[in-house]
């Protein structure tokens, strides 16, 4: 018969619990099939009550999980399409078209929106993680496969326009899988990576030699701030849906000129009525005026007396 440890009362049938204090009893199930009584001497582990879930391991803290994910976007949505942004302007300046204009201007935002939702359906179904991801050391997961496939990539981006309003990291906050309306639909989460450090590594390292490729052969610093002037000049009229878009902003100089030093000449002016009335004689040259008399010196005369 069993005694409670907790009152010391002794205990009847095969409950687990104490009928006088309530008390957990330390003593194994007799009515279970193969069960074995532990040998003297020998502890008994403890009944496993809780799981621990895996959410620790795959967001961590929520708040550094959001910021993560927030800088992640950012990184995705304005640093890489500069870097898109300013590639496609580059070769449009190597066609010959005129970077300043506004049809050049809307073309290159047209082509750098589109490669911008190329690369981020391409990278997520093929890498599971895009370049902001990745420095952040994230990735997409899904849960029912092991890749998340092209539809999958591309459904999730489509609803990211829905989600840049505040409601999609309103959701990411509050659901226990920190899951947006794209990753409700698509069937996928964002999770911490596996090897976050690697991650972030060939993250900067593809970022860092992306935007050196573009500064050192594609002329990036100019071509990024003739993309600044014509996003101030042009940005507001897109925005807004104005009809007549505003004049071209002023072409950056090719070189700055170097200044060379001119002569000056200053024009003398005769006085007036000079020339009618004054006649400089020509001044006798040395020649003449060293060369000897022509004509013969007297002798000596003679006298007669």
């Known amino acids: 018969m069993a005694t409670c440890p907790a009152c010391g009362k002794e205990q009847n049938g095969t409950t687990a619990f104490c009928t006088s204090c309530g008390a957990v009893l330390d003593r194994p199930n007799l009515d279970a099939p193969h069960a074995q009584a532990a040998p003297a001497g020998v502890p008994v582990a403890p009944p496993i009550l809780f799981v621990p879930s895996r959410a620790a391991d795959d967001f961590g803290d929520i708040g550094q999980y959001i910021a993560r994910r927030l800088f992640a976007l950012l990184v995705d949505l304005i640093g890489i399409t500069a870097l898109i942004a300013i590639g496609v302007a580059y070769i449009l300046a190597r066609r010959g078209e005129d970077t300043h204009s506004f049809g050049v201007f809307f073309e290159t935002a047209v082509y750098a929106v589109f490669v911008l939702i190329v690369y981020l359906c391409l990278a997520e179904a093929y890498l599971a993680t895009t370049l902001g991801k990745a420095l952040m050391g994230l990735r997409v997961r899904v849960t029912t496969s092991a890749r998340v496939g092209l539809a999958r990539g591309v459904v999730r981006n489509i609803f990211l326009p829905f989600d840049l309003i505040v409601i999609g990291f309103v959701l990411a906050a509050l659901t226990p899988r920190r899951k947006r309306i794209g990753d409700f639909v698509a069937g996928t989460e ?4 596996r090897r976050p450090a690697l991650y972030v590594l060939v993250a900067a390292v593809l970022i860092g030699a992306w935007a050196y490729a573009e500064y050192a052969y594609g002329d990036g610093l100019r071509t990024a701030q003739t993309l600044e002037n014509g996003a101030a000049t042009y940005g507001p009229s897109l925005i807004g849906g104005q009809g007549a878009p505003p004049a071209a902003p002023t072409p950056l100089p090719e070189r700055t000129p170097v200044p060379t030093e001119q ?17 400089p004689s020509p001044s006798p040259s040395p020649s003449a005026s060293n060369a000897p008399s022509a004509t013969p010196s007297p002798g000596p005369s003679s006298t007669t007396s």
């Open 263 to 279: 002569p000056i000449t200053v024009p003398t002016i005769a006085p007036s009525g000079a020339t009618s009335s004054f006649s």
């Open 190 to 193: 964002v999770v911490n990576a």
